[in-house]
């Protein structure tokens, strides 16, 4: 373990030396031709032996003194840049011998775009943060909680830290969630399409944060920034996680993206606020059913309670994210109960929602979130589905208990989500997609196709 986090921590103390001597080091001796060939960091990280090579023989020693003289600058910017606990002494020598073959090497390494990080950690994906000055951020499109709030609480922080952050929205807000703070500044599709039009590629950010979002798909026509940044970073906790960024941060096990929101706060230095506290315990509230579901664990409570202590209201919060609605949703969910049918002897409830029920009640698409629980309710269900009739097809959601995997199911349509939460869209009638869900999920369930009662 020791070895390997010190060969990372060498080639991250090379890389970033060399950046830093690029764009920092104003010194006439620095030859432009150079190359840091290579870095050498000890296991204790006291020090870092770093070697250079230059192709004209004449300017190695200038080069070496211009560096020397600057080891201490040096250390400094290369300790903000890491944020080490302890940032190695810098001992520089130049490399005579290979010079040619290191310069090829970096022209080869200044070609290649930085390798992806597939298993990327918390330090990873600050590490990204702190080294953007301008970042757009994206939550998945028909935002939930968890997608809104942890994107607003990440504009927040960004913006603590004295950077520029933008919040790109697929598919409008849903009214729901305008409470929270920050919502007036928030930016759409079209904001993203004519960013994506009047700027070459690579910019005009630094980053593009995909928040909550498994899959470019997710999007919506926000993905095309995903080419308008210098770096790309994920932080999702879906299983089903495609990995669409250079760097993705995913964690299956947290609870909610906004429980990783508040591991980055922390990985930051940055304290909680009250705007940030109420955007992370509404995605946190969000993602566990008000802290009642199966992933609500200790890290979600503990989140809760310094959102709490920071100065989030959670019995307001539980008022307006679970304890009211309106009218036209009340009468939605009429519609809905009346259309519970249960297939495999009462282990799968079905509730179909028709275009016509939303027409005729008023309600919007976005508020048929939530019915889906009145199915997974029913006293014997082991799995339940919605299906929500749309203008191009079916959104169809299911929720299960253990050990009935519905991400599986999902998957096999296209969509994806959590073990015990996921959704698709077919494009069929809405009585077709009901067919093919059940057949689905009769498979999963080992239970007779068909059984209808
Ligand atoms: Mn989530």
């Known amino acids: ?240 996680n495609d990995g669409i960024a250079r760097v993705n941060w995913v964690d299956k096990d947290a609870a909610a993206t906004g429980a990783m929101t508040l591991r980055l706060a922390d990985e930051l230095d940055i304290g909680l606020d009250p705007v940030v506290a109420e955007c992370v315990l509404t995605a946190l509230s969000t993602d566990t059913g008000h802290f009642s579901q199966r992933n609500t664990d200790a890290e979600s409570l503990t989140a809760a309670s310094e959102c709490v202590e920071a100065g989030a209201d959670i019995a307001e919060l539980a008022e307006r994210l679970h304890k009211t609605r309106t009218l036209e949703k009340t009468r939605l969910i009429a519609r809905a109960l009346d259309s519970v049918e249960t297939y495999f002897d009462g282990r799968a409830a079905v509730i179909r929602l028709r275009s016509a029920d939303f027409r005729e009640t008023g309600a919007s698409e976005d508020e048929a979130e939530g019915v889906i629980d009145f199915g997974i309710a029913i006293k014997g269900t082991q799995v339940a589905v919605l299906a929500a009739e749309r203008a191009d097809g079916v959104k169809v959601s299911f929720r299960s208990r253990p050990p009935m995997d519905v991400a599986a199911v999902a998957r096999r349509f296209g969509g994806g989500g959590h073990a015990l939460a996921s959704g698709c869209a077919i494009v069929s009638t809405l009585d077709e997609a009901v067919g093919l869900a059940v057949d689905a999920l009769g498979e999963q369930l080992g239970a007779a196709i068909g059984a209808a009662d």
């Open 1 to 240: 373990m020791a070895y390997a986090r010190a060969d990372r921590i060498s080639e991250e103390v090379r890389r970033e030396l060399d950046r830093i001597i690029r764009e920092d080091l104003r010194d006439a001796r620095v030859c432009g031709t150079y190359s840091l060939t290579r870095a050498e960091v000890t296991r204790d990280l006291r020090y870092a032996k770093v070697r250079f090579s230059v192709l004209e023989e004449e300017k190695r020693q200038p080069m070496l003194d211009a560096l020397r003289s600057a080891s201490g600058f040096l250390r400094l910017k290369l300790g903000h840049a890491l944020r080490l606990r302890y940032t190695p002494e810098l001992i520089f020598e130049a490399d005579d011998n290979i010079a040619y073959g290191a310069r090829v090497a970096s022209l080869i390494r200044q070609v290649a775009p930085p390798a992806p990080i597939p298993d990327a950690t918390v330090e990873d994906a600050a590490r990204l943060i702190q080294k953007a000055d301008r970042a757009a951020i994206i939550p998945h499109v028909n935002a939930d909680g968890d997608a809104i709030g942890s994107s607003l609480a990440l504009k927040r922080m960004l913006e603590t830290l004295g950077k520029r952050a933008e919040v790109y929205l697929p598919t409008p807000l849903p009214a729901f969630y305008r409470f929270l703070p920050g919502v007036d500044a928030l930016l759409g599709a079209d904001e993203a399409r004519e960013i994506a039009r009047s700027n070459p590629k690579g910019g005009p950010f630094d980053l593009v944060i995909a928040v909550d979002a498994s899959s470019r798909d997710r999007l919506g026509d926000c993905a095309a920034l995903l080419e308008h940044a210098r770096d790309t970073l994920v932080i999702d906790h879906h299983a089903t």
